[in-house]
């Protein structure tokens, strides 16, 4: 595959991956640090991981609640806002950046979750592809440092050469994550697509219906940790 040109739509602003934003092109820059392609990709990467809190409980599928902007503006989001934030702020330093997105099994949990969703299949989980050095590299940014060590998770790292995706496994061994269908890569967030799995996969859940919830305070309660 040749080198995405400038004009190339992986680098360029949409509604939801809004690269031209004020917001975002401050976080690139303050956070796209080293002098290649894959040194800004990787601490882009951290500065999205760990700067954003991972917050599954407040889900707002509209079209401004998806953007990147809101989310940084926000101080967080779950694992779709958080890949668009990624792929925003990597296409604002100049990096080729696209939208991954899976159906997991995920034993990361809470009761309060678990309850709301009646599964534990978490459809359109997303990622961020990056182009650096020649080919596609999956990263996910979706959940920060402290909650991984609530849960006694291993973090996800993201090196810019291999793919960062979910663990099997907790650090204790328990399963943790399993990738049970793939969806391919979007230049653009499709989220009149999200939004109709949502609603046939996830029928009794409702936008703002965990508003009163507090992730993070639930997975430590749960756990112990």
């Known amino acids: ?8 739509p992986w680098l360029t602003a949409t509604p939801c991956i809004d690269a031209d934003h004020p917001a975002v092109l401050a976080f690139a820059r303050a956070h796209a640090h080293g ?64 939208l991954g997105f899976a159906d997991v ?54 090196d810019g050469i291999h793919d960062s995706l979910y663990h099997p496994f907790d650090r204790a061994g328990n399963q943790h994550m399993e990738y049970v269908n793939e969806r391919g890569s979007f230049d653009d967030l499709p989220l009149e697509e999200i939004r109709a799995t949502f609603a046939q996969v996830y029928p009794f859940w409702s936008p703002g219906g965990l508003d009163n919830g507090d992730f993070a305070a639930d997975a430590e309660r749960e756990t112990g940790r």
């Open 1 to 8: 595959m040749p080198s995405p040109s400038i004009s190339s």
């Open 35 to 98: 002098s290649t392609d894959r040194e800004r990709a990787v601490a882009l990467y951290l500065a999205v991981r760990d700067g954003l809190r991972y917050d599954p409980y407040r889900i707002d599928l509209s079209p401004k609640g998806m953007t990147a902007s809101t989310a940084l503006e926000q101080g967080y989001g779950w694992c779709v806002p958080k890949a668009v934030v990624l792929a925003a702020v990597a296409r604002a330093a100049g990096i080729p950046a696209r």
């Open 105 to 158: 099994r995920n034993h990361m949990s809470t009761e309060k979750l678990r309850e709301t969703m009646k599964t534990d299949v978490f459809v359109w989980h997303g990622y961020t592809e990056l182009w650096i050095d020649g080919a596609w590299r999956k990263a996910t940014p979706a959940f920060n440092l402290s909650l991984c060590e609530k849960f006694g998770l291993l973090p996800l790292e993201f």
